[in-house]
């Protein structure tokens, strides 16, 4: 099976050379999404909560265009700017998944375009 690119008016479009995702051989790659609105492109500033609840809405945009919900994720990998906000992010991020949630590594870093402080990317199969 060739390499397919997803894309999605429901999300932001990519700010640089890479695609929302790719699939191939039944996994989907999803680039990273940060609190970008999908319309305008800008960055929707705010908690870390609120970052991460977009975040995950244009996670979830992407997904549906694939052909996969949050419960086919696999792996999701997720940045930081202030690892001190851990526990408002785990706190969104645990609202988009019931049971058997996907493996998952968080790490703090020092920056994020345009100035996000939350970016989340994953993994899924279809």
């Given amino acids: 099976m060739a390499k397919q690119v997803v894309r999605t008016t429901r999300a932001p479009k990519a700010i640089g050379p890479y ?3 790719v699939s191939s051989k039944g996994l989907i790659f999803c680039s990273g999404q940060i609190a970008l609105d ?23 945009a992407v997904l549906d265009a694939a052909g996969a919900t949050w419960a086919d994720v696999l792996k999701v ?6 690892i001190s906000q851990f526990a408002a ?3 969104v991020y645990g609202e988009f998944f019931d049971e058997d949630p996907p493996a998952r590594a968080a790490v703090g870093v020092a920056a994020l375009p345009k100035g996000a402080q939350v970016e989340v990317e994953c993994i899924a199969r279809v």
Avoid: I, K, W
């Fill in 19 to 21: 695609s929302q995702a």
């Fill in 38 to 60: 999908p319309a305008s492109g800008e960055l929707q500033g705010g908690s870390v909560a609120d970052e991460t609840r977009l975040c995950m809405q244009n996670l979830n």
């Fill in 77 to 82: 990998n997720a940045y930081l700017t202030d």
């Fill in 89 to 91: 992010f785990n706190e």
